[in-house]
């Protein structure tokens, strides 16, 4: 008998179904939510998005878009681009005011969109958003994108008071030397030196706070291997003689980039603020005041000078051996005021 073989029956492979696709909206919305709000660089968010149409479509919604933070919108001077820009403004419709800030002063000092700039800081401004305030201030202080005679010393006061009340350190000191000095506001010494001191005492603890949490993240794996104490915090000497410089706002960054790297022209006989952290150009010449004893920097504001005098200015200000004619401005304050080592805390 022949025997007759037995047909093999392919079982149908069943597909799995994708839990990716059976996930909410909502839920994609608030995971992309933390991601832009914390994310270190805007490719990391960029990334994400270019990995699928969908995440593409929920991460652009206005409700992620809002939440921003500043390293997310940290974009590179050599990297701008017209989908840079257009991502910025999506995040502005969205409400972001980082993104308000951050693209009011690339269309102000870059793209010399004055009015334009000027607005968006204004909205994020309104909504107590303090480097705005703090920035709308040293704009009406110097008359900015204008003439000399459009300055507004009170119009700079009243702003440095508001980003002040907030906490804004260069805020704080700015208000500080104001009142030191009666510039656009009644001479009040005692008050101003109080603000001086509070700006250094913030500016101290938020160094000391950074450090803590380096330190104890060190300590705990040192005391995983070693059983050892962890310490309540690290010391530092000198009363803040080595506290680190303050973060810098991204957008500080990108205005240095995009003036000291060629990407657009300072034009002739117009400075940036000598101030590392800054990088603010003058809108005319001689916009910023020099130095009243070298000559050889110039600031946008006091506090600029301030920070800059204790972290690098001070081991290298030299007196010229010609008396030094000051092309500021004739209004009383033609240089800048040197910063006494005494108004700061433990200064040297």
Same mark, same amino acid.
């Given at each position: 008998m022949v025997q007759r073989k037995k047909l093999r029956t392919c079982r149908k492979l069943v597909e799995k179904p994708d839990l990716f696709d059976a996930l909410p909206d909502d839920l994609l919305e608030c995971v992309l939510s933390k991601l832009i709000s914390s994310a270190p660089s805007p490719s990391d968010f960029i990334n994400v998005l270019l990995t699928c149409k969908r995440l593409n479509r929920v991460g652009l919604r206005p409700t992620v878009l809002s939440q921003a933070g500043p390293k997310a919108l940290a974009v590179k001077a050599k990297n701008w681009s017209d989908s840079a820009h257009r991502f910025l403004k999506r995040c502005?419709?969205?409400?972001? !005011?980082? /993104?308000?800030?951050? =693209? &009011?002063?690339? $269309?102000?000092?870059?793209?010399?969109?004055?009015?334009?700039?000027?607005?968006?800081?204004?909205?994020? /401004?309104?909504?107590? +958003?303090?480097?705005? !305030?703090?920035? =709308?201030?040293? #704009?009406?202080?110097?008359?900015?994108?204008? &003439?000399?005679?459009?300055?507004? !010393?009170?119009?700079?006061?009243? !702003?440095?008071? $508001? /980003?002040?009340? #907030?906490? +804004?350190? %260069?805020?704080?000191?700015? =208000? &500080? +030397?104001? =009142?030191? %000095?009666?510039?656009?506001?009644?001479?009040? #010494?005692?008050?101003?030196r109080r603000l001086l001191i509070e700006a250094n005492a913030r500016e101290f603890f938020q160094s000391v706070s950074k450090t803590r949490t380096r330190h104890q993240s060190y300590y705990f794996q040192l005391a995983r291997a070693?059983?050892?104490? #962890?310490?309540?915090?690290?010391l530092l000497s000198d009363f803040g003689y080595n506290v680190e410089a303050p973060e810098v706002h991204p957008v500080n960054n990108f205005l240095k980039e995009w003036f000291e790297s060629g990407v657009s022209d300072l034009g002739n006989g117009l400075r940036l603020c000598s101030y590392s952290g800054c990088g603010r150009p003058e809108t005319r010449v001689h916009e910023y005041r020099r130095c009243s004893v070298c000559g050889k920097v110039n600031y946008c504001s006091r506090a600029c000078q301030a920070i800059d005098w204790k972290t690098r200015h001070k081991r290298e200000c030299v007196p010229p051996l010609a008396p030094l004619i000051n092309d500021g401005d004739a209004d009383g304050l033609e240089g800048m005021v040197e910063i006494a080592p005494a108004e700061f805390v433990g200064g040297h």
């Amino acid at each position: 008998m022949v025997q007759r073989k037995k047909l093999r029956t392919c079982r149908k492979l069943v597909e799995k179904p994708d839990l990716f696709d059976a996930l909410p909206d909502d839920l994609l919305e608030c995971v992309l939510s933390k991601l832009i709000s914390s994310a270190p660089s805007p490719s990391d968010f960029i990334n994400v998005l270019l990995t699928c149409k969908r995440l593409n479509r929920v991460g652009l919604r206005p409700t992620v878009l809002s939440q921003a933070g500043p390293k997310a919108l940290a974009v590179k001077a050599k990297n701008w681009s017209d989908s840079a820009h257009r991502f910025l403004k999506r995040c502005v419709f969205a409400g972001n !005011l980082e /993104a308000c800030y951050t =693209l &009011g002063m690339i $269309r102000f000092y870059c793209l010399q969109n004055r009015s334009s700039g000027t607005s968006l800081m204004a909205k994020a /401004a309104m909504k107590s +958003h303090a480097p705005a !305030l703090y920035s =709308l201030a040293v #704009i009406q202080f110097n008359g900015s994108g204008g &003439g000399k005679n459009e300055k507004d !010393l009170r119009a700079g006061v009243a !702003l440095c008071a $508001r /980003a002040a009340s #907030i906490g +804004h350190v %260069d805020a704080v000191r700015e =208000l &500080g +030397h104001c =009142l030191q %000095d009666g510039y656009g506001v009644r001479q009040n #010494i005692e008050k101003g030196r109080r603000l001086l001191i509070e700006a250094n005492a913030r500016e101290f603890f938020q160094s000391v706070s950074k450090t803590r949490t380096r330190h104890q993240s060190y300590y705990f794996q040192l005391a995983r291997a070693t059983d050892a104490q #962890i310490p309540c915090s690290p010391l530092l000497s000198d009363f803040g003689y080595n506290v680190e410089a303050p973060e810098v706002h991204p957008v500080n960054n990108f205005l240095k980039e995009w003036f000291e790297s060629g990407v657009s022209d300072l034009g002739n006989g117009l400075r940036l603020c000598s101030y590392s952290g800054c990088g603010r150009p003058e809108t005319r010449v001689h916009e910023y005041r020099r130095c009243s004893v070298c000559g050889k920097v110039n600031y946008c504001s006091r506090a600029c000078q301030a920070i800059d005098w204790k972290t690098r200015h001070k081991r290298e200000c030299v007196p010229p051996l010609a008396p030094l004619i000051n092309d500021g401005d004739a209004d009383g304050l033609e240089g800048m005021v040197e910063i006494a080592p005494a108004e700061f805390v433990g200064g040297h």
